[in-house]
């Protein structure tokens, strides 16, 4: 039967899943290296390899590989265009030919990191028997991703970006340069700016020194759920401001879309788990227009593995049904 293998790739964590039959059978993770593409590649290769040491299968067992990416790519030849968070992609390389080469020429298939994450809950996780639903990926950013009557939606390609609707007019800046969105309260990376604005004004925190007791270099969703964990007045504030403007985004999706459900992932969703994504339900819900009949609000079953596993998908031509 044949194997297929995705690749989650962050700016933070390289991941990949080994799939055979939908089921998860090998998996390996290393951190990002920062030394440019080259390096990535070589990182992504190694996590392939763990992931089929766990499975004692080869290279060239693999019959697919699937990436999901964190920026712009050109399907057709395979190769990335930019990356924000990435660094050494910021210029045009062929990263699906260096890695069919490393994998006996399996065929490689790219797609956004976010919907490859979508994909994986929606097939293989929370998001299993429901037809219309978002994902949305708190972490670094604020991504997101639809599913409607069925099919994951494209758009133009731009489709499901929760992460910037607006929740504050002429608000804190945001990743994308703009004012108010939701990511410049709830993306880590903001949260995290914010933080060192206020340590300069003078206001305490743990949350710094935590992060060096882990050995982080960013405020990573570990450090906030250890200085909730302390009740850090900081990280306290960050967090209610972060779940104020989920409520306010997430109930104006659902007042236009009608949701089954809505599945809360990523790294913050993740690590602080049903407490959090509980908070976010109950602050929807002042703002939802059909009160009585609200969207389930489910965290991740996957975890950090859905963006793996729904690359894994991707790769084996699953889910491949898409609406425009
Ligand atoms: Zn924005």
């Not at 007791?213 to 007045?233: E, Y």
Request: with cysteine; aromatic share 4%.
């Amino acid at each position: 039967v044949a194997i297929v293998v995705g690749v989650d790739l962050g700016g933070t964590k390289v991941q990949s899943a080994l799939v055979q039959s939908r089921k998860v059978i090998g998996q390996g993770r290393v951190r990002t290296p920062s030394g440019g593409a080259d390096e990535v590649v070589e990182a992504i290769l190694g996590t392939i390899d763990i992931a089929l040491g766990e499975s004692k299968a080869k290279r060239s067992d693999i019959s697919a590989v699937g990436i999901g990416f964190p920026g712009q790519f050109d399907a057709s030849s395979g190769d990335t265009l930019g990356a924000v968070n990435l660094k050494g992609f910021q210029e045009r390389y062929p990263l699906s030919r260096k890695i069919s080469k490393a994998i006996a020429g399996a065929p490689v298939a790219l797609d956004n990191d976010v919907r490859a994450a979508l994909l994986g809950e929606y097939q293989l996780g929370s998001g299993r028997g429901f037809k219309n639903l978002l994902g949305i990926f708190v972490g670094t950013g604020v991504g997101g991703g639809l599913v409607l009557d069925g099919r994951v939606r494209h758009g133009r390609g731009a489709s499901g970006e929760v992460g910037h609707t607006v929740v504050m007019d002429r608000g804190l800046e945001c990743g994308c340069g703009r004012l108010g969105c939701l990511e410049a309260y709830a993306g880590r990376g903001r949260m995290e700016v914010r933080a060192r604005q206020m340590v300069e004004k003078g206001e305490k925190t743990i949350l710094f020194e935590i992060m060096k007791k882990k050995d982080r270099d960013r405020l990573t969703s570990g450090v906030f759920a250890a200085a909730l964990d302390a009740d850090d007045r900081m990280a306290r504030r960050l967090i209610d401001d972060a779940v104020w403007a989920l409520g306010i985004s997430l109930a104006s999706v659902q007042n236009i879309l009608d949701l089954e459900a809505i599945i809360v992932g990523g790294g913050l969703g993740d690590r602080l788990g049903a407490p959090f994504v509980k908070r976010v339900a109950e602050a929807m819900q002042p703002h939802l227009f059909i009160s009585q009949n609200p969207p389930e609000l489910l965290n991740t079953t996957l975890g950090d593995l859905s963006g793996a596993v729904g690359a894994a998908l991707l790769a084996a031509g699953e889910g491949l049904e898409v609406s425009s």
